[in-house]
C-alpha cells in the first residue's frame, strides 16, 4: 500500500488589462492498495482558482485493475480533473481562433471508464474500452462567417465513447498497430445554436 498526494501549480498572467491573471492549484491525495492479482488506488482531484469563478472543484480519481491470468486483465476507472483554458490550449484547439472573452477552465466532473486488456499470444495484444465523460464549461467550436475564425462557446457537455486497440509482432520483421475510437458528443452550448 501507499499513500501519496501529487501538486501541480500554474500562474497565468496577461499583458493586457482585458484578461485577468490568475493562479491554479491542482492537488490529488491518493491510496494505493496491491494485492497478488488485483490493483486499486483510491483518490480525488482538488482544484482551486483564485479568479475565473474562483473555488474549489472535486472530481473522484477511483482506479481498479483485476489480473485474470497473467494474459488477461479487467480495469475500471473513475476520474476527472481542470483543464486551463489558456492561450496555449486554444491555440492547440485552432490557430484561427479569436479570444473575444476570457474563457472559463474546463472541469471534468467525471470521466467514467472501464476495459478489458488481453495478450493471448506473445506477439499479440489487445485492448477494448468504453466510457462516458461529463464536463463543465466545455469549448464548443463556432466558425465565423467572414472572416473565418474560430470562437469557442461554453456550457457542459457528454460524451459517450468506445474502441479498440491492437497490436502484432511478426519475429521482429514486421510490426502492425491499429487503433479505432468512436465519441458521440452532446453539448448544451451547441444543442442551442441549432
Known amino acids: 500500500s501507499n499513500v501519496g498526494i501529487e501538486f501541480k501549480m500554474d500562474n497565468i498572467s496577461y499583458s493586457s488589462k482585458r484578461y485577468k491573471g490568475y493562479s491554479s ?4 491525495p491518493y491510496y494505493t492498495l496491491n494485492g497478488k492479482d488485483w490493483n486499486v488506488r483510491i483518490g480525488a482531484h ?3 482558482q483564485t479568479a475565473m ?7 473522484p480519481d477511483i482506479f481498479a485493475q483485476y489480473s485474470i491470468s497473467d494474459s488477461y486483465q479487467l480495469y475500471a476507472k473513475v476520474g476527472g480533473g481542470v483543464e486551463l483554458n489558456n492561450f496555449n490550449r486554444l491555440n492547440a484547439l485552432s490557430p484561427y481562433f479569436i479570444m473575444d ?3 472559463l477552465s474546463t472541469s471534468t466532473l ?3 471508464k472501464v ?3 488481453a495478450s493471448p499470444m506473445n506477439e499479440m495484444w ?3 474500452f468504453a466510457g462516458y465523460k461529463v464536463n463543465k464549461n466545455e469549448l464548443s467550436p463556432v466558425i465565423t462567417l467572414e472572416p473565418k475564425y474560430t470562437m469557442f462557446i461554453q456550457d457542459k457537455s457528454f460524451c459517450t465513447y468506445g474502441g479498440g486497440e491492437f497490436r502484432y509482432g511478426f519475429k521482429d520483421i514486421f510490426d502492425l498497430n491499429a487503433k479505432a475510437v468512436f465519441y458521440k458528443w452532446s453539448s448544451l452550448a451547441i444543442d ?3
Open 25 to 28: 492549484l491542482r492537488m490529488n
Open 46 to 48: 482538488v482544484d482551486y
Open 53 to 59: 469563478k474562483k473555488g474549489v472543484v472535486f472530481s
Open 101 to 103: 472573452t476570457q474563457y
Open 110 to 112: 467525471i470521466d467514467s
Open 115 to 117: 476495459g478489458f486488456k
Open 126 to 128: 489487445f485492448h477494448l
Open 192 to 194: 442551442e445554436e441549432q
